[in-house]
């Protein structure tokens, strides 16, 4: 598990130092921090260098006195949000949540308490988010399950917070993502299982790492049996959208004895096409997931899974994110790796 010291936090930043670091009025710098440069006609130039100089001296807005229009009280309330898009499964959602919660119970400064937010974009557009440019909903941010549209988006903003980002990599931001040889894994465990027709299933859009997923067990499948697997395409990243795209696969004369779904929820959609064709998992079909949720071994047969332990890549993020909190220089950029873990159970062959 990755270790994080938190060393103790600074006097709190005020719009007053920024604009003395950035030397800029301090209409100016508040202008700025309250997203309302372009109604003042502020150059970019000004913007950027204001919203670079916040960040680096780890400036959080009050966001209490902001909507009470009170003082802050004896202690700094920190608002940090989990920032991921509708389609994600309901899982991964919790996962997080309790992650940061533990992770602010047990690491978080005591001159500081902290508010847990939930805040859910459409996929490819984050940069519709509310607040999200201006930090004037929360002080720092997770953010997952973005697609590439919204990982360009994050390329070229600066975000006047801590962010750390998740299973996705962006110039700038500290990230936290799995080891990227999981799809590779996935079609090992399928070729010692003695499966010889490979097929890989993901959904609509992809992301960096389920995009990652599919091209590792695609080049993996090719080095081990001579040919490439065969990719079956879901409309979403839904259970109805996996089994409605392997109905369409078998209706088409599709034949596979090994199927590697790259999350747990589409392998379970494909589960239900598998058996309403008769076909027995897994004397017939093998099937191999990714992220063991809870649910996971409640599956009929109980599912192999192969990926980042599902608590590990949430621990890690929310260590990384509260270190940055106290420290806002001391960890960004940084890119952590965590380990694949292979879980086999009934659904390769394994009793």
Do not use: W
């Not at 508010?115 to 953010?143: K, R, V």
């Not at 959208?241 to 209706?251: N, P, Q, V």
């Amino acid at each position: 598990m990755m270790k994080i010291t938190h060393p103790k936090p600074a006097l709190r930043v005020t719009v007053r130092d920024i604009a003395e670091a950035s030397e800029f009025t301090i209409g100016t710098v508040s202008t700025v921090l309250n997203n309302r440069h372009v109604e003042r006609r502020i150059p970019l130039a000004t913007v950027e260098i204001v919203r670079a100089t916040a960040a680096r001296l780890g400036y959080l807005p009050d966001i209490g006195a902001r909507r009470l229009r009170i003082g802050t009280g004896h202690k700094h309330n920190i608002v940090i949000a989990f920032v991921t898009s509708f389609e994600a499964p309901l899982a991964v959602v919790n996962q997080f949540v309790s992650a940061l919660r533990s992770a602010a119970g047990v690491h978080g400064p005591q001159d500081r308490t902290f508010s847990l937010m939930i805040e859910m974009f459409a996929a490819g557009q984050l940069c519709d988010l509310p607040g999200l440019l201006t930090g004037d909903h929360f002080n720092a941010a997770l953010i997952a399950n973005t697609t590439p549209a919204d990982d360009q988006f994050l390329g070229r903003t600066h975000l006047p917070y801590p962010v750390v980002l998740v299973n996705r990599s962006v110039p700038r931001y500290a990230s936290v993502v799995e080891d990227p040889t999981c799809g590779a894994r996935s079609a090992e465990v399928l070729v010692r299982a003695k499966r010889s027709s490979l097929a890989v299933l993901h959904g609509r859009p992809l992301t960096q790492t389920t995009h990652a997923r599919v091209d590792s067990f695609m080049a993996a499948s090719a080095q081990l049996l001579g040919r490439p697997a065969q990719v079956v395409v879901a409309d979403t990243l839904s259970e109805m959208g996996a089994h409605a795209a392997m109905a369409r696969f078998f209706e088409s004369g599709g034949r596979c004895d090994g199927l590697y779904a790259v999350t747990d929820s589409l392998a379970l959609g494909a589960y239900h096409a598998i058996k309403r064709k008769k076909l027995a998992i897994p004397h017939d079909l093998a099937v191999v997931g990714v992220g063991d949720y809870e649910n996971s071994l409640y599956f009929d047969p109980p599912l192999s899974s192969v990926g980042v332990h599902r608590h590990q890549v949430g621990r890690d993020a929310s260590q990384l994110l509260l270190s940055m909190l106290s420290a806002p220089n001391s960890a960004k950029s940084l890119r952590f790796e965590a380990p694949v873990e292979i879980v086999l159970r009934e659904s390769t062959g394994h009793f």
